[in-house]
């Protein structure tokens, strides 16, 4: 079996840890593992399988001899290094949005288009984390019945939007309990002008604005699902359309879904046989026992969550559900491993 040299970008940040630990349960067969961050992180000591690694400067040359690179070190940082690691050879899953909406880059989801990998020019993306949660809960829907349309509302984590948010989640929080004025940095976005406490709140904005009204979030869930889907970002076959929320939760997102299915034979019981068949899905569906996905206890888990399946009693061939996941998870750290996985099993990677 070959034995393979793995590189993580970004490996002290909050999904860059995670990406660690998940690499260490995965079935990669890793050889040499190398740490790359910021100058700023430079030196610090992490553990990989119980042995102390110390983090390095990323630069051009970090990627010398690589294999494979999981990266979660911001847009910017993949723009600038993922090229040079490709140039050396490597093979590069990408956990930001810097390369998702490029035609050459697949945008993977595992369960829904593994089959997309093997188009790979070097950098495969991994999608937004809300995102790949749809995902896994609507494949198999659209396998078995069509899809129509997708409205989703999403309810998502503070960690979404990096660890410096969650401190910051934490820190209003606990000034509004000791009675004192929440100062707010970070939220709804740091690109935009005007920043708003998250405790005890709701945020209807997560990233920039754009001109046609929706958040640059929305925008990325309507177009990464036409492409997971469909292979083409902007497929009129499946209508999609989004409203994404920040709230006062640490980890985990949540997300009210609304579909119409193609084949009006569906069923509450056919999705939810669908959903317990799934990969990478649980169905947590008992009414009558108030039995419902919820964040809490999602977190740690690489699996997605479903529940609250019910038809719309005013539209035959229209359900409602809810489905939660650890975005920090199954929303990154763990599909890009899941990615490197399939690229490793399906014999992807060339080993230098």
């Known amino acids: 079996m070959s034995e393979y040299t793995v590189a993580i970008l970004g490996a002290t940040g909050a999904v860059g840890t995670r990406l660690i630990q998940q690499l260490e349960q995965s079935t990669i067969p890793v050889k040499k593992i190398k740490l790359l961050a910021s100058y700023r992180s430079a030196g610090k000591k992490l553990q990989f399988k119980g042995q102390e690694v110390t983090v390095e400067e990323a630069k051009p040359e970090s ?24 140039k050396r050879g490597a093979v590069c899953v990408d956990n930001t949005s810097a390369f998702r909406m490029d ?30 949660q749809m ?41 509004y309990l000791d009675g004192k004025d929440m100062k707010a940095n970070i939220f709804p976005t740091k690109g935009d002008k005007e920043h708003y406490p998250l405790a005890f709140n709701l945020l209807p904005q997560i990233d920039v604005l754009e001109d046609n009204l929706y958040s640059h979030e929305e925008w990325k869930m309507i177009h990464e699902t036409k492409k997971i889907m469909l292979g083409d970002m902007n ?17 985990s997102h949540g997300e009210s879904i609304y579909i119409e299915v193609e084949d009006k ?73 899941q990615i490197a996985e399939r690229l490793v099993a399906d014999d992807l990677v060339h080993v230098k």
Request: net charge negative; charged share 20%; proline share 7%.
């Open 63 to 86: 990627f010398e001899g690589v294999d494979i690179v999981l990266a979660s070190a911001g847009g910017a940082v993949s723009k600038k290094f993922l090229p040079e690691a490709v």
């Open 103 to 132: 035609e050459d880059v697949p945008l993977v989801v595992p369960e829904v288009n593994e089959a997309a990998l093997y188009n790979h020019h070097g950098i495969i993306a991994n999608p937004n984390c809300s995102t790949i």
């Open 235 to 251: 497929s009129p076959k499946i209508k999609v359309t989004a409203t994404c929320v920040r709230v006062p939760v640490p980890i």
């Open 135 to 175: 995902m896994v809960a609507l494949e198999p829907i659209r396998k078995a019945f069509g899809l129509k349309q997708i409205i989703v509302s999403t309810y998502q984590a503070a960690s979404g939007a990096g660890q410096s948010a969650l401190n910051e989640l934490y820190s209003e929080a606990k000034d």
């Open 265 to 337: 034979s569906a069923t509450t019981e056919k999705i939810q046989q669908l959903i317990k068949d799934a990969p990478g899905a649980v169905l947590q569906d008992d009414p009558a026992h108030q039995v419902y996905p919820q964040p809490i206890n999602a977190v740690g888990s690489r699996d997605t969550f479903v529940g609250r399946i019910r038809p719309d009693l005013e539209n035959e061939g229209a359900f409602n559900m809810w489905v939660v996941s650890d975005n920090l998870l199954k929303g990154a750290a763990w599909n890009t491993v």
